[in-house]
């Protein structure tokens, strides 16, 4: 059962580039508010992962541009998990105007790392219900 999480982002004026559209990096900023409401959604959080000592980086981060949003748009991103292989997890974001025109759309993947000597660990092994969760609702291929 595939899960997607949906979060209305708020536009702001300083968002935007000399050309009057939402500034390229910001779509950064709007999957990871996706991300933390996935996981809001879920009843987990990065805090709690980093609480019990752990950290989730970004290990690749890709995106595209499809439609630009500009202040005074609505826009939403929505967000799931694409790929989650007991070592890395990648979330797929779509970014939607209020009229549901994608945006922009991309996927970040996460490794997890000990907070004292950032190696890579299992997500499977370390937080095995956590990584059974998202099995459970990855993106169906």
């Known amino acids: 059962m595939e899960y997607v999480s949906s ?3 708020q536009l ?6 000399m050309m009057g559209v939402i500034y390229h990096a910001n779509y950064l900023k709007f999957f990871e508010l996706g991300r ?8 987990y959080s990065y805090v709690e992962m980093e609480n019990k000592g752990y950290f989730a980086p970004v290990y690749d981060i890709q995106a595209t541009y499809k439609k630009p949003l500009r202040y005074g748009d609505k826009a ?3 967000t799931w ?3 989650n292989d007991g070592l890395k997890t990648t979330y797929g974001y779509t970014v939607e105007n209020g009229e549901g025109d994608v945006c922009a759309q991309g996927t970040s993947t996460h ?3 000990s907070k004292d000597t950032f190696k890579p660990k299992s997500f ?8 059974q969760k998202y099995e459970e609702i990855k993106k169906q291929d």
């Open 7 to 9: 979060r209305e982002i």
């Open 12 to 17: 702001y004026y300083a968002d935007t580039d």
């Open 36 to 43: 933390g409401g996935f996981l809001e959604d879920l009843g």
């Open 76 to 78: 939403f991103v929505k």
């Open 81 to 83: 998990v694409e790929l």
């Open 111 to 113: 490794i997890i790392v």
């Open 124 to 131: 499977k092994k370390t937080f095995p219900e956590w990584f």
